[in-house]
């Protein structure tokens, strides 16, 4: 089914007059000097339709709208409408009776700017029919030209390489991490005894050593209630027993703060 072609109006003039115009003299052109403006063989209403391609100009009756002549226009500028070469509100207008017989007449308005607005809707009519031509050559190549197939093919791969990143250097296998020096101990703080340990943080503290009371290390086998006064307050560590209590027990104090240095290296 054909598609249907739709007449669209796309000028209308409420104020045209047409003229009776003398055999052109000259290839020069028509001059609306050469007519005799002050009677004018008619008076009506203009209007400008299209349909499809083709522009038609119609001069019609102010108050039944009859038909009075009308003249189709396939180009523009062209031979069916040409301007007056001595003004811009004068055209020569080619007419038909849709017979086969045409005539030359005389179209004037009586405002510079309704003459404007006809010259107008008539370029920009044909002006849509280029472009509307060329789209649709630029469709026939495009579906006669061989399409560009962008697709990958059966098995085919491509490679792509991204710069600027950097692989992260992996250690050896094996390759154990260094440990800092010192065995991770931190220095004894300012005002520490010298020789005296710190445990770090979340270590357990070593258990104190057991040192004897110091009433062990003095008792003598004697209460002191029943001691006898001496002139000699320090006689009594000279004898040979006094010193044999008194170094077992200072041995016993060393080997009590070596166990503890040892379990708390240990635990370390």
Known sequence: MAEE?????????PEVHVYRIPPRASNRGY???DWKLDEPAWSGRLRITAKGNVAFIKLEDKTSGELFAQAPVEQYPGTVVEAVTDSSRYFVVRIEDGNG????IGLGFADRGDSFDFNVALQDHFKWVRQESELAKQEANQSTAP???LGFKE??????NIGNIKKKDNPPAGA??????GGGLLPPPPGAKGGAFVPPPGAPNPAPSAQPPSAALLDFGESPGNAKPSAD?????TTAASRSVVEASLRTSSMSACTSILHYSTLV
């Not at 007449?7 to 003039?13: A, F, G, L, M, Q």
């Not at 098995?155 to 792509?160: F, L, N, V």
């Not at 154990?176 to 020096?181: D, E, W």
Request: proline share 3%.
């Open 31 to 33: 001059r609306a000097a």
């Open 233 to 237: 307050l320090w006689g009594d560590f």
């Open 155 to 160: 098995g085919q791969t491509i490679k792509i």
């Open 101 to 104: 017989r045409h005539a030359f």
């Open 176 to 181: 154990s991490k260094s440990r800092p020096a």
């Open 5 to 13: 072609v739709y007449e669209s109006v796309i000028c209308v003039k």
């Open 147 to 149: 399409r560009l197939d």
